[in-house]
């Protein structure tokens, strides 16, 4: 069987999730800060078939100034990510950027496979008001869903974890796993954890979470990356320095949680508005 086979059909992910610092208003040091972490993932013993980035890691929260470094239509980022994916034949969920097109700067993960395609592409739907994004960001207006060796998986971007309706339809559209890269600063760590677990468990899928740290203005940072397996039970979680995150999953658990407790069969929709 060939490599190639071998990934189409695999159902188990080694992934590592880059809990980076972000340098404010700095994408080109960004950049090179989170190559040198990836590279670094590649050399664990198990290497990583995704790799996952935290989000804003091009400019993070530097929203007065957006405008001006936002990354013009994302071909900077999406050049050496798909650069990257393919010289070392890995999937990357490049976190996301501040991305301008037409006048608008948008909140955008992207998501590159082995071969260096652009597999999907997102931009936040919801912007969170108590960092000012609805102010200076543009909100994505749809969902998507992209395939992992076969796979369907899905992304949101943090604040969006807070909208269960987002996860939920994912799910509904055949995601097994949702990536989540995010900015989440003190003291909501409580929320975090509570709301990563509860979009696992509710929707039978795996959530791989990215969190950045470190301080940036008034906003300090605590990591904690996170991957959740369909129970709700934790697989790997992070601490609140700079590090890379490892674990694996099976993506046929998914499978036997949804058989084992129906809930996708058990919904009553019409009842739901």
Known sequence: MSAEQTHSTQSKWNIALIQSDIVLGEPKLNAFRLKQLMEQSL??????????????WNTGYALTEI????DLQGLE???????????YGVHVVGGS????????VRNTTYIFNRQGELAGEYSKIHLFRLMEEEKHLTAGDRRVTFEIDGTTAASSICYDIRFPELARSLALNGAKALFVPAEWPHPRIHHWRTL??????????????CNRVGVSGKDSFFGHSMI????????AEGGE??????????????????????????RRPELYI
């Open 97 to 104: 950027v501040a991305q301008k097109t037409e006048g608008n």
């Open 196 to 209: 990563l677990t509860a979009r696992a468990i509710e929707n039978q899928m795996f959530v791989i979470a």
């Open 241 to 266: 320095g700079e590090e890379i995150v490892t674990g694996q999953i099976d993506l046929s658990v998914v499978d036997e949680v949804r058989k084992r407790i129906p809930i996708f069969e058990d």
């Open 67 to 70: 405008h001006e470094l936002a």
């Open 77 to 87: 980022t999406r050049a050496w990510l798909s650069d990257f994916a393919r010289e």
């Open 43 to 56: 050399q664990a013993e198990l290497k990583p078939d995704v790799i996952v980035l935290p989000e804003m």
């Open 228 to 235: 959740i397996d369909p129970w709700g039970e934790i697989i």
